[in-house]
């Protein structure tokens, strides 16, 4: 079996890195972008799920009975536009 000294693996780990530097760069980067998209994504996720627990009020009386006042699109026989103006829609 041969042995490696220190010269010789200095070596070929500067050839590796002179060969492969482009490659090794992108795969760097890329994978340091989708952590970061990970992690934001996880943060937003954890923000949204604490700040949607807010309560439902129910209606109150008062306003369910301006709901059951308010006139539907085919009762408009009472309608009449201010002095001046026309009604554009008939």
């Known amino acids: 079996m041969k042995s490696l000294n220190f010269t010789q693996l200095n070596l070929m780990v500067s050839r590796f890195l002179h060969r492969f530097h482009v490659i090794l760069f992108v795969v760097f980067v890329i994978g340091g972008l989708s952590l970061v998209t990970l992690f934001l994504s996880l943060a937003i ?44 829609f008939k």
Do not use: Y
């Open 45 to 88: 996720t954890k923000q949204d799920a604490t700040t949607s627990s807010t309560v439902d009020h129910p209606f109150d009386s008062v306003t369910m009975s301006k709901i059951e006042n308010l006139r539907t699109t085919s009762d408009q026989s009472n309608l009449s536009p201010p002095s001046g103006r026309t009604n554009p």
